[in-house]
């Protein structure tokens, strides 16, 4: 074998490497000059860039290099630039109550584009990119609020969220399981199921929904009304319309009315700060379905001595 490595092929005057295989044998032809210059410039190239950026993985970080870069510092300072850039702006909503945003145009749009922004990080995932919901999670284009779609009431619902544990002021109700808990039995639910479809126009009325019609008058009125609109102040929906959160055909409803429903949306005043929230508000509010605020009560007048008439 040594023998062999001495052997030079008569062709190229290259040595051979001692290697045979089926007669065909293996030149010691050497690399390139131009590839051996960029091999010896990558490995100058990597002991620079490890002396100088962060490069070897430990236990819990990596080494930090010379230079102190990081990706993680460099976003923070972006951060910290675009906090800058924006915080007039957020200052202006941040001092503006939520009602009044809309009459400066300039912040309006600003508050929108900011809550779509929030939109698309925290609530596509439940209510989809075009906030049209799926069955569970609802619609915000459409104008059927279960809690009430002015400005004040979507910030509130925001901030504490629905039946989220932990936060005293959540948005709370409960509909009783009437079938898992034995209120009412398999055919007085298909009864009630046949009453609540002709509330919403989905069957003529009946002997099934008649009957339905009298169970519902026990059992439901005192949250969704004798006219079955519904309640926003208990969070119950309106049976009349044709918007369903979970369904409304026979088979959804049943469940509903044996299992219940009990959704729930995160509180995000643990996530969100005031200004985020109320730009998201804003921008939920601008979307179709926003409502104008309720008219305040009327003021009670008191009879006193001097507007009382003489007798």
Not at 275 to 288: D, E, R
């Amino acid at each position: 074998m040594a023998d062999d490595r001495k052997r030079v092929d008569a062709a190229t005057g290259t040595d051979f490497v001692g290697h045979e295989w089926d007669g065909i044998e293996e030149l010691d032809t050497p690399m390139p000059r131009w590839w051996l210059y960029i091999l010896y410039g990558t490995i100058v190239f990597a002991i620079i860039y490890v002396v100088l950026y962060p490069a070897i993985p430990l236990a819990d970080r990596a080494t930090k290099g010379v230079l102190g870069w990081s990706s993680l510092g460099e976003l923070a300072d972006d951060q910290r630039a675009d906090l800058k850039r924006k915080g007039p702006v957020l200052a202006a909503i941040a001092a503006t109550p939520i009602d009044q945003i809309a009459s400066k145009p300039a912040l309006l749009h600003a508050a929108e584009e900011g809550g779509r922004a929030a939109f698309k990080v925290n609530c596509v995932q439940c209510h989809g990119a075009g906030a049209a919901g799926s069955k569970g999670y609802p619609n915000l284009n459409d104008d059927d609020w279960i809690w009430g779609g002015d400005l004040a009431a979507i910030e509130q619902t925001l901030i504490h969220g629905i039946r989220h544990p932990g936060d005293d002021a959540t948005r709370m109700s409960q509909m009783p399981a009437f079938g898992k808990d034995g209120i009412l039995t398999t055919p007085q639910i298909d009864d009630v199921v046949s009453y609540v479809r002709t509330l919403s126009r989905q069957e003529p009325m009946n002997d099934a929904a008649g009957r339905g019609q009298a169970l519902f008058a026990v059992n439901c009125a005192a949250c969704h009304g004798d006219n079955g609109k519904g309640g926003r102040e208990f969070g119950a929906p309106n049976l009349t319309d044709g918007i369903w959160l979970y369904g409304g055909d026979r088979e959804a409803l049943t469940t509903t009315i044996v299992n219940a429903r009990y959704g729930i949306m995160p509180a995000w005043n643990t996530r969100l700060d005031p200004v985020t929230i109320k730009m998201l508000a804003t921008y939920v509010h601008s979307l179709g379905g926003g409502e104008k605020a309720p008219a305040p009560p009327a003021p009670v007048l008191q009879q006193t001595a001097a507007n009382v008439p003489p007798q």
